[in-house]
T-cell receptor, first 116, second 110 residues
Framework: EAGVTQFPSHSVIEKGQTVTLRCDPI?????LYWYRRVMGKEIKFLLH????????ESGMPNNRFLAERTGGTYSTLKVQPAELEDSGVYFC??????????????FGPGTRLLVL | RKEVEQDPGPFNVPEGATVAFNCTYSNSASQSFFWYRQDCRKEPKLLMS???SGNEDGRFTAQLNRASQYISLLIRDSKLSDSATYLCVVFWAGGFKTIFGAGTRLFVKA
């Protein structure tokens, strides 16, 4: 079974540019999460989708970040315009749902974003 | 106070040693608990889920104490390959909240 995949693996952009990250969850997983880890800090929650609906986006830093999950399959996270402090590793994770074992989140390899 | 707090690291232990990590959480409504392992420049990978009073998987034992809002991870007979960062993760189903601890770095030396 394929795991969570993310694209691109690395992105280097200049301040003010736009970057779009993509996440493909494990097939059949309704829940999709985005996280970010900035240098030296713990992994922080950004937002959570249940199918195509945003369940919780309380972790989104500001309105420069826009996440979508059209059709309830893959998700994109767009940063526009990017700022220096947006640099970090963006992880995506997916899970089946609630209940024993179904809450377990499986992580993608992450996208390393560097804003210069 | 952070919602999930872990032992500060790093832990430096010789091969074969037993090492224990602690984690406390502040939200009493927390429902599920996990230990993830993260290798350098890699994604977190599930090590163990902890749903009741604790569970064991080979050399790894996780314990949960809901009254004290505390979970632990015990690694017996440490291997070089156990060197990694261990993340305590707390999940609150009421809001699908997932909170990560800052991680504890483990170095196992020959």
């Amino acid at each position: 079974e394929a795991g969570v995949t993310q694209f691109p693996s690395h992105s280097v952009i200049e301040k003010g540019q736009t970057v779009t990250l993509r996440c493909d969850p494990i097939s059949g997983h309704d829940n999709l999460y985005w996280y970010r880890r900035v240098m030296g800090k713990e992994i922080k929650f950004l937002l959570h989708f249940v199918k195509e609906s945003k369940q919780d986006e309380s972790g989104m830093p500001n309105n420069r970040f826009l996440a979508e999950r059209t059709g309830g399959t893959y998700s994109t996270l767009k940063v526009q315009p990017a700022e220096l402090e947006d640099s970090g590793v963006y992880f995506c994770a997916s899970s089946q749902g609630l209940g024993a074992l179904k809450e377990t989140q499986y992580f993608g390899p992450g996208t390393r974003l560097l804003v210069l | 106070r952070k919602e999930v707090e872990q032992d500060p690291g790093p832990f430096n232990v010789p091969e074969g040693a037993t090492v224990a990590f602690n984690c406390t959480y502040s939200n009493s409504a927390s429902q599920s608990f996990f230990w993830y392992r993260q290798d350098c420049r890699k994604e977190p990978k599930l090590l163990m889920s902890v749903y009741s009073s604790g569970n064991e998987d080979g050399r790894f034992t996780a314990q949960l104490n809901r009254a004290s809002q505390y979970i632990s991870l015990l690694i017996r007979d440490s291997k070089l390959s156990d060197s990694a960062t261990y993340l305590c993760v707390v999940f609150w189903a009421g809001g699908f909240k997932t909170i990560f601890g800052a991680g504890t770095r483990l170095f196992v030396k020959a």
